[in-house]
């Protein structure tokens, strides 16, 4: 005789018309699959309970869900957006910085000391307080730039781009068709909601990391590659190739000068400019000077800065 299973009947979740049975009232080991069912559909019902309780996160203009990019919309807007960067590779310093009031926290993946668990982590961190989360990438790399992204980024800085054609492939990377050619597939990046895709390329900063002689020299063509918002200089690469001691880099006409190109590289392109601080002094000076997307310092500086202070204050004592 053909054997016919019996449909399974979930209980009744809030708003359904299903009758839901107590789990106490199962005969025991009788109805193994509706035990199941039922501890799952509980679950799920405190699942959805807890996540009403978190806080909302800035909303996108046209969309409840997609995290809105602060800090691109500050500069958009013409103003500076000075930012702190991470090299220790500890997620829960992402916290504190991003609970100082700066505007965007960068995990520097080129000279930080980072794995890919703890990237994923920071960006979590990072997100409990006001600041946008961003990477400097190690390399110009398709797979690692994607990676950062995926994990939740939305902001993206690229070192070493020396021409058009090291720009192009940074927009690619970054950027979803048809502006360019990241892979469709996400992980920790959907915490943004279900429209990430509709708006993560509105949302995203793309800044190429100009850092030498060659980068001056074409930085209008670098600059006019269609999904780069802006850049990033590094000024002591740059003194490096212009070849001399980044000490010596506040008298040398040559950097200074190199800085101004760049500057009106931006302008003319219609690009944000931006630069590596030195400090808190540093970072007021270039933002005179014209640019907007400025790290003041590091997690390392800070500790150490702090530290110092701190036992200077004791010699008094």
Known sequence: ??????????????????????????????????????????????????????????????????????????????????????????????????????????VDRQHGNWD???????????????????????????????????????????????TPDD???????CLLPPLGRRSWGWNQASMYGDDYADCINDELFVAVQLESATAVDNAEAILATPGVTGCWMGPSDLALSLGFHPSEMDTRDEHRLALERVLAACRDTGKIPGIAGRGLEDARRRRLQGFQFITVTSDAALIAQGASAARSSLDNL
């Open 167 to 173: 720009a192009r492939r940074v927009a690619d990377a």
């Open 116 to 162: 890919e668990r703890e990237v994923g982590r920071a960006i979590a961190q990072i997100n409990l307080g006001t600041a946008t989360p961003m990477a400097r990438a190690a390399a110009n790399d398709y797979r690692l730039i994607g990676q950062l992204l995926d994990k939740g980024m939305l902001g993206i800085i690229v070192p070493m781009v020396d």
């Open 1 to 106: 005789m053909e054997s016919r299973s019996m449909p399974l009947r979930c209980p009744e979740l809030p708003g359904s018309n299903q009758h839901s049975p107590n789990p106490s009232s199962f005969p025991a080991g009788s109805e193994p699959a509706q035990r199941i069912v039922y501890s799952a559909r509980q679950s799920d019902l405190q699942v959805r309970a807890a996540a009403k309780a978190i806080p909302s996160i800035p909303a996108h203009s046209d969309n409840p869900h997609m995290k809105t990019n602060t800090a691109l919309a500050k500069m958009r807007a013409g103003k500076p957006a000075f930012g702190l960067s991470m090299g220790l590779g500890v997620a829960e310093t992402g916290a504190i910085l991003s609970g100082s009031g700066t505007e965007f926290v960068m």
